[in-house]
C-alpha cells in the first residue's frame, strides 16, 4: 500500500492518529550557537513530559552540520566525548513507537555505544551495543532491553548496517506478538521476544550519542541524527507509513 503525495505532505506528527507524540526532536528545532548544539528542543512542549535536550559543558556540545543529513541540517556527534541529554524525564508505562533518521558513521570497537538510550532510577545499564535502546531497569541487574547491533553482544536485532547510510530507524513495542518489531528504513528486521510489556516506567534520563550506563554517560557513539520521535502507543499501519513518508520528505527523498 503506497502513501505518497497530498495525503503525506498534509500530515504531522502532531496530528497522529491517536493522540501526538510524546516527544520530538526536528531539524528545525536544533539550536545552532557558533557551530555547535547546547540545546535541541522538543517540539512537544511541556506537554509531552520529556524536557529539551542539553548539553552544560562546551567542550561535551556536538556540532551543528547545516549539510551533514540528506544534504540537510543534522547534529553531528563525534564518538568521543560529545552527547546531549534530558533529565527529569515522565515516561509512561509504555511507550509504543520510536522513530529516529540518523547515520551511524563508525563502529565503537566493541563499546556499547549508544544511539538514542533510555534508562531509569538515575543512571542503570541498558547494555546495549551499537544503536538503539529502550531500557526498564529497576534495580541494578534486573532489566528489560530492546536493542539492535551490527555484530556480536547480545541483540534483539543483528543486521548487516552500513556504516555512513542514512536511514530511518523504527521500533515498535505495543501490541507486538513476540515483544518488539524493528524496521530500517520501511524494511522488517523481524520480531523479536524480548519481553517488553510492562513497558517503560520512572525513567528519568534519555541520551542522545552515548550510551546511559552504571553510574555515568559512557561510550559515545560517533554519528549523526536529524530527527527523533516517539509515541506512547503503537501507531496503526497507515499511520507509521505516513509518518516515514513525512520524514522521507523532510529528508527530501
Not at 507486538?176 to 528486521?189: D, F, R, Y
Request: proline content about 5%.
Amino acid at each position: 500500500m503506497a502513501i505518497k503525495g497530498r495525503a503525506v505532505k498534509s500530515y504531522h506528527p502532531m496530528n497522529a492518529g491517536g493522540g501526538a507524540p510524546q516527544l520530538y526532536l526536528g531539524r528545525d528545532s536544533i539550536v545552532n550557537s557558533g557551530g555547535v548544539v547546547p540545546t535541541w528542543g522538543n517540539k512537544v512542549g511541556s506537554g509531552g513530559g520529556v524536557p529539551d535536550f542539553t548539553q552544560a559543558t562546551p567542550g561535551d556540545r556536538p556540532d551543528y552540520n547545516a549539510t551533514g543529513l540528506d544534504s540537510r541540517p543534522c547534529i553531528e556527534f563525534d564518538g568521543i566525548t560529545q552527547y546531549l541529554h534530558s533529565s527529569g524525564v515522565s515516561y509512561p508505562t509504555m511507550l509504543g513507537h520510536v522513530f529516529v533518521r540518523a547515520a551511524i558513521d563508525s563502529d565503537p570497537g566493541g563499546k556499547n555505544g549508544g544511539l538514542f538510550c533510555m534508562s531509569d532510577n538515575g543512571f542503570q545499564d541498558w547494555d546495549s551495543i551499537n544503536g538503539i535502546a529502550i531500557a526498564d531497569s529497576n534495580t541494578i541487574g534486573a532489566f528489560e532491553a530492546i536493542r539492535f547491533v551490527d555484530s556480536g553482544g547480545n541483540p534483539a536485532f543483528n543486521f548487516a548496517r552500513v556504516l555512513s547510510q542514512s536511514d530511518t530507524y523504527e521500533l515498535r513495542m505495543a501490541g507486538i506478538t513476540g515483544g518488539a518489531e524493528l524496521w530500517v528504513s520501511g524494511v522488517s528486521k523481524g520480531t523479536d521476544g524480548i519481553a517488553e510489556d510492562s513497558g517503560i516506567n520512572n525513567t528519568d534520563r534519555v541520551a542522545i550519542g552515548i550510551r546511559v550506563g552504571s553510574g555515568s554517560f559512557l561510550s559515545p557513539l560517533e554519528c549523526r541524527v536529524s530527527d527523533i520521535i516517539t509515541f506512547t502507543f503503537p501507531l496503526s499501519v497507515v499511520g507509521r507509513k505516513m509518518l516515514r513518508g513525512f520524514i522521507n520528505n523532510q529528508a527530501g527523498k
